[in-house]
């Protein structure tokens, strides 16, 4: 299974890169998790440039996203798809329900770990 990250690079854009899940997460990093955020979000429901507030996992349960990066490119996450979203600062992303039946996903909360783990 590939795990997805979004980060700020040093240009201040959000980028994307893809892990096996043999070497990314370390395991360790879900080990102070406290809670976990349920969220259903309707077919077309757009969010404009947004950074996020910590470090999550968003899971998608069933449903399409597609994220928004300042290069121009759209990357869709489906059903099973894990993205670890890390882009704390600079432009950030969007996000719009790409499909025509409501996205559900899991935010997973990172809090006091530092990027990458």
């Not at 990250?5 to 040093?10: E, K, L, Q, W």
Request: hydrophobic share 30%; aromatic share 6%.
């Amino acid at each position: 299974m590939k795990i997805n990250r979004i980060f700020t690079g040093a240009d201040g854009q959000a980028h994307i890169e893809e892990f096996e899940t043999d070497s990314f997460p370390n395991p360790e990093s879900l080990a102070g998790i406290k809670s976990l955020r349920f969220r259903v979000q309707q077919p077309g429901q757009f969010s404009d440039w947004h950074v996020e507030s910590q470090r999550n996992y968003i899971i998608t349960l069933s449903g399409e996203g597609e994220i928004g990066l300042g290069d121009g490119s759209l990357h869709r996450f489906g059903p099973g798809a894990v993205v670890l979203v890390e882009d704390l600062t600079g432009q950030g992303h969007t996000t719009r329900v790409s499909s025509d039946v409501p996205r559900i996903t899991i935010a997973v909360p990172l809090e006091n770990q530092t990027p990458g783990t």
